[in-house]
């Protein structure tokens, strides 16, 4: 019986190396080497001298391919690991991997009538994989022989057993009732940005139900935004693979992106570095050109680097990484509060505070409503603990469809809350706080801080709930926010503001813009309608009241704990 594993714990050092990252050989080497016979013979015709692949690619990628072709167990008719993610940076060879991969499988394939599928999210993105296929096809006297091309249905079909290769740009439809063998999805983070791509990708692939041999491979670069969505979730999951917290022997992950102490460390700037994420350097891209680049985006904006930084070192775009950054954004991380003092709920934060303050920001129809806890931590009083959520009305998902896939991911991560109901999101900013009303952390005065602007609603339900007028405060918004703005800065820099570890907060502090209107810093969005920083300006709201250093007024717990002590 053949065993192997698909992590690689010791990826960071064979990066550095050089090493290859495939952590085992070909499972059945004469099934790798028959089809690979074919692959490094196929030309790039778009390449000086039109060479081989074999004679124009470095070994990695050879491995790479023959871990797939080599994965197939001729004797049960099993694809033994059935899904791959390779993750690599621009001009690496991936469209040719990829038509070079598909071509090899259909010219070589033995079931009639089947189907292979290369998805794209755009026309572009699909005339990529598709005319080196077929440059490749026309430049071999065989293959042409073999295999039909239909340039303008992007179809190629094998002759003798009928099976076909289908290049598509990626919708619903196009997807629909496919039975596809092996299907190979081409720049994976654009996926990320469609609400709809995690059902098309499973009507995709649901035919290899019935067929063994297949596979789907997954080819991206990184995302020049926060990755979201499907490619989200993946890359979370392959990770784990490959750092081995998870098995899964049927999944290969090859992630070509910098160790964190290499980042931290800023190493990733240094040229003499690139070759992390480009393990084609020398070939299909050039060291010079890389730092032609590099130079040219440093003399940009922040926003030029972003792209370079993204696509070209596979950085992954976080917060304090955006043009015109708030100046806390990059220091959020590290104020992650530790698990060992926090697990990140609301009851144990309700457990840790000896007093809580709260802010609440947003509530239109296309806009989050944002709620945030500020609490003085009972051991340390120094140390603010800042936990949030928020509400959205299904309005966002009709007029901000651009951002729908990244407010699923928040509401699975349990940040966001999506209202079926128009009042839900109220209900849901009352219920929290009554918890915290209950507990008996909020001070008499200056408890809530809200943005005066339409909150009636908001104001009626929580008197009906027992807080006091007094308790309500309106926070003045704009160059007002300020101080609380500045402050924010200083404490998370120095670890006295600590945070839950929430995506939904990561994605909103990444879209934060700072513009500085007279002596005074104003926080807003960084592309209008679509970034939303809600629950963020409601930290703010919060921190304009912590300052006031409150005190808890007790409550109902309060008074029964004071009770059994009594008795």
Same mark, same amino acid.
């Given at each position: 019986m053949v065993t192997w594993s698909t992590a690689c714990p010791d990826w960071k050092d064979r990066i550095r190396g050089r090493r290859s990252l495939i952590p085992f050989d070909p499972l059945f080497p004469d099934v790798a080497e028959a089809k690979m016979a074919l692959f490094t013979s196929l030309r790039l015709m778009d390449v000086t001298g039109q060479p081989t692949i074999g004679e124009a690619c470095d070994r990695w990628l050879l491995d790479f391919v023959a871990s797939i072709f080599g994965a197939y167990d001729p004797d049960t008719g099993q694809q033994l690991v059935r899904e791959f993610l390779l993750l690599i940076s621009k001009k690496n060879t991936k469209s040719t991997l990829a038509a070079g991969i598909m071509v090899t499988e259909? #010219? &070589?394939? /033995?079931?009639?009538?089947?189907?292979? =599928?290369i998805l794209a999210p755009t026309k572009e993105v699909a005339d990529n994989s598709f005319k080196p296929a077929a440059a490749m096809i026309r430049a071999d006297e065989e =293959?042409?022989?073999? &295999?039909? *091309?239909?340039?303008? $249905?992007k179809l190629i079909t094998q002759r003798a057993t009928k099976a076909t290769l289908k290049v598509v740009a990626a919708d619903s439809s196009t997807v629909s009732g496919k039975k596809a063998s092996r299907v190979l999805v081409d720049e994976l983070w654009l996926f990320g940005k469609s609400p709809k791509a995690p059902a098309m990708l499973k009507e995709a692939t649901g035919g290899q139900v019935s067929r063994p041999e297949g596979y789907t491979l997954f080819l991206t670069t990184q995302s020049d935004e926060p990755p979201q969505g499907v490619f989200k979730s993946k890359l979370a999951e392959y990770r784990k693979i490959r750092d081995g917290d998870v098995v899964a022997p049927h999944k290969l992950p090859v992630l070509y992106e910098f160790p964190d102490e290499m980042l931290k460390a800023g190493e990733h700037l240094k040229p003499?570095?690139?070759?992390?994420?480009?393990?084609?350097?020398?070939?299909?891209?050039?060291?010079? /050109?890389?730092?032609?680049q590099f130079a040219e985006a440093q003399l940009g904006d922040m926003a030029d680097r972003q792209v370079f930084y993204a696509k070209h070192l596979n950085v992954q $775009?976080?917060?304090? &990484? &955006?043009?015109?950054? /708030?100046?806390g954004a990059p220091h959020w991380a590290k104020a992650t509060a530790p698990k060992t003092l926090w697990d990140g709920s609301l009851a144990q934060f *309700?457990? =840790?505070?000896?007093?809580a303050v709260a802010g609440i920001d947003g509530g239109g129809l296309d806009d989050l409503l944002g709620l945030n806890l500020l609490g003085r931590l009972k051991i340390d009083p120094r140390i603010w603990l800042s936990w949030s959520h928020a509400w959205a009305q299904l309005d966002v998902w009709e007029r901000r469809k651009d951002i729908v896939s990244a407010l699923d991911g928040f509401i699975s991560d349990g940040d966001l809350t999506k209202c079926e109901d128009p009042t839900a999101d109220i209900t849901g900013v009352c219920d929290v706080l009554e918890q915290v009303l209950k507990a008996g952390l909020f001070p008499d005065k200056h408890a809530i801080g809200l943005d005066p602007m339409g909150v009636a609603a908001l104001i009626d339900e929580l008197v009906a709930r027992g807080f006091t007028q007094e308790q309500l405060n309106a926070v003045a918004q704009g160059f007002r926010l300020n101080g609380a703005i500045i402050g924010s800065e200083r404490k998370l820099k120095d670890g006295t503001l600590l945070h839950a570890d929430q995506?939904?907060?990561? /994605?909103?502090?990444g879209n934060a813009k700072a513009e500085q209107r007279g002596n005074a810093v104003v926080i807003?969005?960084?592309? #209008?309608?679509? #970034?939303? *920083?809600?629950?963020l300006v409601a930290m703010f709201n919060s921190v304009m009241l912590m300052t006031r250093n409150p005190e808890s007024a007790g409550g109902i717990d309060d008074f029964i704990s004071q009770f059994k002590r009594a008795s």
């Amino acid at each position: 019986m053949v065993t192997w594993s698909t992590a690689c714990p010791d990826w960071k050092d064979r990066i550095r190396g050089r090493r290859s990252l495939i952590p085992f050989d070909p499972l059945f080497p004469d099934v790798a080497e028959a089809k690979m016979a074919l692959f490094t013979s196929l030309r790039l015709m778009d390449v000086t001298g039109q060479p081989t692949i074999g004679e124009a690619c470095d070994r990695w990628l050879l491995d790479f391919v023959a871990s797939i072709f080599g994965a197939y167990d001729p004797d049960t008719g099993q694809q033994l690991v059935r899904e791959f993610l390779l993750l690599i940076s621009k001009k690496n060879t991936k469209s040719t991997l990829a038509a070079g991969i598909m071509v090899t499988e259909l #010219a &070589l394939g /033995w079931r009639g009538e089947d189907e292979n =599928l290369i998805l794209a999210p755009t026309k572009e993105v699909a005339d990529n994989s598709f005319k080196p296929a077929a440059a490749m096809i026309r430049a071999d006297e065989e =293959l042409s022989a073999l &295999l039909h *091309i239909q340039d303008h $249905i992007k179809l190629i079909t094998q002759r003798a057993t009928k099976a076909t290769l289908k290049v598509v740009a990626a919708d619903s439809s196009t997807v629909s009732g496919k039975k596809a063998s092996r299907v190979l999805v081409d720049e994976l983070w654009l996926f990320g940005k469609s609400p709809k791509a995690p059902a098309m990708l499973k009507e995709a692939t649901g035919g290899q139900v019935s067929r063994p041999e297949g596979y789907t491979l997954f080819l991206t670069t990184q995302s020049d935004e926060p990755p979201q969505g499907v490619f989200k979730s993946k890359l979370a999951e392959y990770r784990k693979i490959r750092d081995g917290d998870v098995v899964a022997p049927h999944k290969l992950p090859v992630l070509y992106e910098f160790p964190d102490e290499m980042l931290k460390a800023g190493e990733h700037l240094k040229p003499s570095n690139f070759y992390v994420t480009n393990p084609n350097i020398g070939r299909s891209v050039s060291q010079d /050109w890389l730092e032609e680049q590099f130079a040219e985006a440093q003399l940009g904006d922040m926003a030029d680097r972003q792209v370079f930084y993204a696509k070209h070192l596979n950085v992954q $775009i976080g917060v304090g &990484l &955006l043009h015109d950054a /708030w100046a806390g954004a990059p220091h959020w991380a590290k104020a992650t509060a530790p698990k060992t003092l926090w697990d990140g709920s609301l009851a144990q934060f *309700i457990e =840790l505070v000896e007093v809580a303050v709260a802010g609440i920001d947003g509530g239109g129809l296309d806009d989050l409503l944002g709620l945030n806890l500020l609490g003085r931590l009972k051991i340390d009083p120094r140390i603010w603990l800042s936990w949030s959520h928020a509400w959205a009305q299904l309005d966002v998902w009709e007029r901000r469809k651009d951002i729908v896939s990244a407010l699923d991911g928040f509401i699975s991560d349990g940040d966001l809350t999506k209202c079926e109901d128009p009042t839900a999101d109220i209900t849901g900013v009352c219920d929290v706080l009554e918890q915290v009303l209950k507990a008996g952390l909020f001070p008499d005065k200056h408890a809530i801080g809200l943005d005066p602007m339409g909150v009636a609603a908001l104001i009626d339900e929580l008197v009906a709930r027992g807080f006091t007028q007094e308790q309500l405060n309106a926070v003045a918004q704009g160059f007002r926010l300020n101080g609380a703005i500045i402050g924010s800065e200083r404490k998370l820099k120095d670890g006295t503001l600590l945070h839950a570890d929430q995506p939904l907060m990561v /994605w909103c502090v990444g879209n934060a813009k700072a513009e500085q209107r007279g002596n005074a810093v104003v926080i807003t969005k960084q592309i #209008a309608g679509k #970034a939303k *920083i809600d629950p963020l300006v409601a930290m703010f709201n919060s921190v304009m009241l912590m300052t006031r250093n409150p005190e808890s007024a007790g409550g109902i717990d309060d008074f029964i704990s004071q009770f059994k002590r009594a008795s």
